[in-house]
């Protein structure tokens, strides 16, 4: 599967407090304690032992094997003592040799003629032949203890001649450790998911697991271990803190263990989701760690978990039109009045009786004022004075009309006073 996300993957190890960091491995390898090769003659022994040790499965650096005994008589053997002066714990590798069928078991400490299964650290797998002319197997080995290797006939009385050796090497830790995403892309309202694995390939078991896992949190996100998960797993904590853990701590050489956490998802989910990890594993004297992370996108949200759409507007820097309007420059018209200047033409009538042929002169009295007057029959032509006064009230309208008003008042005052000044003439009988 392909990923979205970069793996990283680190491990550092101690042995005895050194340490050497390698990809995926940590050991540190002092030079190889190689012991023999260890010889003899079952037939020249004087002991003998209380049967033989049956196995199922030869031993390894791992587990010993549970053994058990064949009542085989008391076949003869020679035993052979050794420590592991190397500082730190080891694997033994036995390799054998011999003239005839024998055994050859390990035991930590001491060996028990009476029984051969007590202090049992291990053997090759047994047959009916008993171990065969050949073959070898592993054991573990703690820094500072001594071992035994028993060499034994299959058959009392069989002796024969024997050689083996013993080699000491470091036992080796080897740590992985992976996460997938279930699928990169998740639609919203599907399951989502990621697969951990957590991988021992080396000799020594991890019996030390420190698990750094928070698992992503988001709406609608609830995480817990699928079916599938191994023993060992689990979740802690609440949404949206939640975290993967690994309480099991023993994690067996050769093994993997896997956890399988999934969410269900929502409308509301959608965004991405990173799962990234840290791991710090102890084996006997021997540390490693490693991290690796993916990450999975929820998509096809609805609208209400994306930014909301806004109606298009208009652009900022154009006004909204109006209605056009009429200039506000241009007062409204009004009717036209009469020039407030010129007051209206009247007519004079004769004030004196006159025989036919006489004349009749007007006369004005003394410091009156009189508008002028035209004789009867004519009619009085003026120019209307130029109207300087603007019309933009109906004030305005007002205020010439009583302008014409005091105009007229003033031309009958004077008529009248000139009529009753005027000189009377009496016409002779």
């Known amino acids: 599967m392909q990923h979205t996300s970069t793996h990283r993957r680190r491990v550092a190890g101690v042995i005895a407090g050194i340490a050497m960091a390698a990809i995926l491995l940590v050991e540190v390898v002092p030079a190889a304690l190689a012991l023999g090769p260890f010889t003899g003659d079952l037939a020249a022994s004087a002991t003998t032992q209380n049967g033989t040790v ?62 051969p299964t007590v202090n049992f650290a291990g053997a090759p797998a047994t047959s009916g032949s008993c171990g065969g002319t050949s073959g070898g197997f592993t054991f573990r080995v703690n820094a500072g203890q001594s071992y035994v290797i028993v060499v034994s006939e299959c058959t009392p009385g069989s002796g024969g001649t024997f050689s083996f050796t013993v080699a000491l090497a470091p036992r080796t830790l080897t740590i992985d450790a992976n996460v997938t995403a279930d699928a990169t892309t998740v639609p919203a309202g ?153 007051a209206p033409s009247m007519e004079s009538s004769p004030l004196t009786s006159h025989s036919p042929g006489d004349s009749a002169t007007a006369g004005t009295s003394a410091g009156a004022t009189v508008a002028p007057t035209a004789a009867v029959g004519d009619t009085q032509a003026s120019a209307p004075a130029t109207d300087t006064a603007t019309p ?4 305005g309208d007002r205020s010439a009309a009583v302008t014409v008003l005091i105009a007229l008042a003033v031309s009958c005052a004077a008529v009248i006073v000139g009529t009753a000044s005027r000189p009377q003439t009496r016409r002779r009988e």
């Open 392 to 395: 933009t009230t109906m004030g």
């Open 54 to 115: 049956t196995l199922a499965a030869s031993s390894t650096c791992v587990t010993a094997g549970s053994p058990g005994t064949a009542a085989s008589g008391m076949p003869k053997f020679t035993s052979f003592t050794f420590a592991n002066d190397t500082g730190a714990d080891s694997c033994a590798t036995v390799a054998y040799t011999a003239a005839t069928n024998v055994m050859v078991a390990a035991y930590t400490g001491s060996f028990d003629p009476s029984n």
């Open 190 to 342: 599907s399951q989502g998911g990621f697969t951990i694995n957590l991988i021992n390939g080396g000799e020594i078991a991890f019996e030390s697991v420190v698990w750094t896992d928070a698992l992503p949190g988001g709406p609608g996100i609830d995480w817990t271990l699928a079916s599938d998960s191994s023993a060992g797993w689990a979740i802690t904590g609440t949404a949206p803190n939640q975290s993967l853990t690994f309480p099991g701590d023993f994690v067996a050489p050769s093994t993997t263990t896997t956890a399988h956490v999934v969410t269900n998802t929502t409308t509301a989910s959608c965004g991405t989701y990173t799962n990234a990890f840290d791991v710090t594993v102890m084996g006997e004297l021997t540390q490693g760690s490693a991290s690796d992370s993916d990450s999975f996108v929820v998509t096809a949200c609805d609208a209400s978990s994306e930014p909301p759409s806004l109606p298009p507007s208009a652009p900022a820097s154009e006004p909204p039109s109006l209605p056009p309007s009429a200039p506000a420059s241009v007062a409204p018209s009004l009717p036209p009045s009469a020039p407030a200047s010129v």
